[in-house]
């Protein structure tokens, strides 16, 4: 299996630290809204690297944290005038529904920063014994990058242009720094944000250390894969690198991988730019299936542009695998025979070829546009050579084959029969109209419409208010 190594730039041959075990740990998302579908594509992508490790019959111990504790959240927490706690509760659950409804699976363990405050402590007073950090006068630990050789060794950049670049920019209040690019472990609280005792100052951590304390916690001072966004290559992973190689004198993980950005008029989807549309929107537009088919039409490494066009492609894609697992699944109720013909064993002979076809692209740093290709070939296969007189193995073959090639996706090869809230508006608005143009039977229609889809109007004063049956 081949994986694209962001520190060597180049596809390198998996090599597990443990025979059959992977450890993996990707940075998850700071909580303090609703995630968007930008932060859906790492987790829809790094659940399907897990999802094949598990077919290959690797055992896999996924961590994935979630930041708790950052400006953001207490920004918001202030807005509303209630505590960080509230907030990142709030959105946790909110993420884990996200998550459920994209079909990413639970991680192993999902960890918090607030939950590890003195595993970073602990962490922070072994860089200074070791001297790879140091505590400015005001309190703030930062670590010392000219300790640690390695430094810029993932984000390919040489320690010299980094100072030369940090120089220009002149940071307020990190005056205690001995060097430009050195970074904050640890700092003083301000008025009215949540903070925890050290022995350096009453105050926080930065970013990165949570990273750094958690994996070690959970997985072990050595992991196989680290992974995120290709935005946290650098300052975020280059500097987890310098934490955890310098406090445990071991190389921390053997394979960096980043996923490119989901775009918007290809411009990176970002809560700061104000350009991003929640998971949660575009469920009530699509049923998620569709995200998670379209997240995976492309490369993980290729930029990927969101658009209606492209969703609407994804989703007839999704229809037409669906469709075909459900001839299958109608073939296979009818009375078969057992014989496979020999034209049959031809056939067989070219679906485990597009299985292998099927592999052959996952194990090529997990290429699912190639993958989705060789499931189409499967199900193009069954539409072309299923009827009523397939014998029942060769039946069965095709149906459990392209399910378990689906799932590998985390797709989902039952079709659902929830209906979206989107749905249902965009039904509400129909019947409004109708009865605006005093066209009562097409309204009634449509209310009858969504009886049958179990859903209730109420026509009240304030407009139409519907509920599930
Ligand atoms: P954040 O909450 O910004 O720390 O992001 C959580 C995860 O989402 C990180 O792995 C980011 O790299 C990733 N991410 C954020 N925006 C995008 C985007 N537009 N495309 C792909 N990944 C993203
Ligand atoms: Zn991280």
Redesign the pocket.
């Known amino acids: 299996m081949k994986i694209f190594n962001t520190l060597s730039k180049s596809k390198e041959e998996f090599v597990p630290l443990e025979p059959g075990k992977v450890r993996m740990y ?5 909580v303090y809204n609703y995630i ?1 579908i ?2 859906a ?2 987790m829809i992508v790094f659940d399907t690297v897990r999802r094949y490790f598990e077919y290959k019959g690797y055992e896999v111990n996924y961590v994935s944290n979630f ?1 708790d504790v950052d400006d953001k959240i207490i920004k918001k927490a202030l807005e509303e005038g209630v505590d960080s706690d509230t907030i990142s509760r709030r959105y946790i659950a909110e993420c884990k529904k996200d998550m459920e409804s994209m079909n990413v699976k639970p991680a192993t363990t999902h960890p918090q920063a607030t939950q590890e405050i003195d595993g970073m402590l602990e962490m922070i007073r072994t860089l200074i014994d070791k001297g790879h950090a140091y505590a400015a006068q005001d309190g703030t630990v930062y670590f010392r990058t000219k300790s640690f050789p390695g430094y810029g060794k993932l984000s390919h950049k040489n320690l010299d242009e980094l100072q030369s670049g940090f120089r220009e920019i002149k940071v307020t209040g990190e005056e205690g720094k001995e060097d430009p690019s050195d970074f904050v472990l640890w700092k003083p609280k301000k008025e009215g944000e949540p903070f925890w005792e050290s022995p350096w100052c009453q105050g926080r951590p930065g970013w990165h250390i949570e990273c750094s304390v958690m994996s070690r916690k959970y997985l072990g001072e050595q992991i196989d894969i680290h992974a ?5 290559v650098f300052p975020h992973h280059e500097n987890e690198i310098a934490q955890s190689e310098a406090a445990n004198g071991k190389p921390f993980a053997t394979y960096w991988m980043h ?5 918007i008029d290809n411009r ?4 700061s730019l104000g350009n991003f549309f929640t998971v949660r929107e575009v469920g009530e537009k699509y049923d998620l299936q569709v995200l998670r088919f379209f997240m995976l039409s492309a490369h993980y490494r290729s930029p990927l542009n969101f658009s209606a066009e492209l969703m609407e492609a994804s989703r007839n894609g999704l229809e037409r695998i669906l469709t075909g697992v459900e001839r299958l699944k109608d073939a296979g109720q009818k009375a078969l025979g057992e014989t496979v013909t020999a034209e049959e064993e031809g056939n067989l002979e070219s679906a485990r070829g597009l299985v292998a076809k099927y592999e052959a692209a996952m194990e090529d740093d997990f290429n699912t546009a190639d993958a989705i290709a060789a499931i189409f070939e499967l199900v193009k296969l069954a539409n072309a050579t299923v009827s009523g007189d397939s014998s029942r193995p060769y039946v069965e073959y095709l149906a459990t084959t392209i399910k378990k090639l689906c799932d590998v996706l985390g797709v989902l090869t039952e079709r659902k029969t929830e209906v979206l809230d989107g749905e249902v508006e965009a039904l509400i608005a129909r019947r409004q109209q109708a009865r605006k143009e005093k066209n009562f039977a097409l309204a009634d229609q449509i209310r009858q419409q969504l009886l049958d889809m179990g859903i209730l109007l109420e026509d009240t004063r304030e407009g139409v208010k519907w509920k599930r049956a």
């Open positions: 990707v940075c998850g998302p700071t968007h930008g932060n594509r790492p930041t995120g966004g290709e935005d946290l996923n490119a950005f989901l775009n990176k989807m970002s809560k």
